[in-house]
């Protein structure tokens, strides 16, 4: 006689919905990565992933919904490995390359997350709120705090942190960009640390106290 299944414990049922969770993540990454957004199918998201239609639905109520979970999923911790707070105790020049390094290695360390950009940016104008996505998990929490870095160092004499954090920010992201997302490492070649030293000696330049100082007339 077959002994009846004993109850999941609370911590046991958790874990089941958390696998399941990452398996349909994991088919709806494969399945975005290699038909885009619009022609994603739940159906085939699904079958990827081992489970059924209803479940996909019960775990995300839609197709946005659940792209809007996979960028979450692998974007989720990296604005904070990127700028962590004890570089802020380094000197300027030190914590921003070290900053520089970190997010474009994330970026390196990231494939699906460098494809996925490019289905963003391909569908950005008829889905503003996936493009929008991005900008709030990962630009808009490093932006914030490469802004306090300026704003608060004691190398630092911005004018205006926030000019500055955009800048440099910026910079890097089209350099990921034009050499990752859009292939142009080939047509704008450019060595990663002739890069970095490049972009910090302008940043540096741009925050010294002597761009404070009125030009003689």
Avoid: C, W
């Avoid at 159906?43 to 990827?48: F, H, K, L």
């Avoid at 839609?62 to 996979?70: I, N, R, V």
């Avoid at 289905?119 to 929008?132: D, K, N, T, W, Y």
């Avoid at 802004?147 to 990921?176: K, N």
Wanted: proline share 6%; net charge negative.
């Amino acid at each position: 006689m077959t002994p009846p299944d004993l109850p999941l414990s609370p911590s046991s049922s958790r874990r089941r919905a958390a696998d399941k969770a990452e398996s349909i993540l994991q088919g709806a990454m494969q399945e975005f990565l290699a038909y885009g957004y619009a022609a994603a199918s739940m159906d085939r998201i699904a079958s990827v992933a081992g489970v059924s239609k209803p479940t996909l639905y019960s775990y995300f109520q839609d197709k946005e919904g659940l792209f809007t979970a996979l960028i979450n999923y692998l974007t989720e911790g990296k604005a904070e490995i990127g700028v962590d707070p004890a570089l802020f105790q380094l000197p300027l020049p030190d914590g921003l390359k070290q900053i520089a390094t970190n997010v474009l290695d994330n970026f390196s360390r990231e494939k699906p997350l460098l494809t996925l950009m490019r289905v963003m940016i391909g569908e950005s104008g008829r889905f503003p709120a996936l493009a929008q996505t991005f900008v709030r998990n990962i630009e808009k929490p490093v932006l914030e705090k490469i802004t306090q870095l300026f704003a608060q160092h004691s190398d630092s004499h911005a004018t205006d942190p926030e000019i500055m954090a955009r800048m440099f920010m910026g910079s890097i992201i089209h350099y990921v960009i034009t050499q990752e997302v859009l292939h142009g490492r080939d047509l704008l070649p450019m060595e990663r640390s002739r890069y970095i030293d490049g972009l910090i000696k302008a940043m540096i330049q741009a925050v010294s106290q002597n761009s404070n100082v009125a030009p003689e007339e």
